[in-house]
């Protein structure tokens, strides 16, 4: 039952990522990552902004007002 709930969860994505032009060639690759990221599965991507970056970005807008 959790293999079919999780094909439910990730066909709306591939049907999105071809209709935006994706390729067969890929499809497994995006699908094995949404199914991660289902489980919370954390990449090793180096974050690229604090936590709090939109009140910061607030504070800076009324700073300039």
Do not use: C
Not at 15 to 25: I, L, M
Not at 31 to 56: C, P
């Amino acid at each position: 039952m959790a293999r079919r709930d999780r094909s439910a969860t990730i066909q709306p994505w591939l049907r999105a990522y071809f209709a935006a032009g994706g390729t067969f060639r890929h499809a497994v690759e995006i699908a094995k990552l949404l199914g991660e990221m289902k489980k919370g599965v954390r990449h090793r991507v180096k974050a690229r902004y604090r936590d709090n970056i939109v009140e910061i970005l607030r504070e800076r807008v009324n700073a300039k007002t």
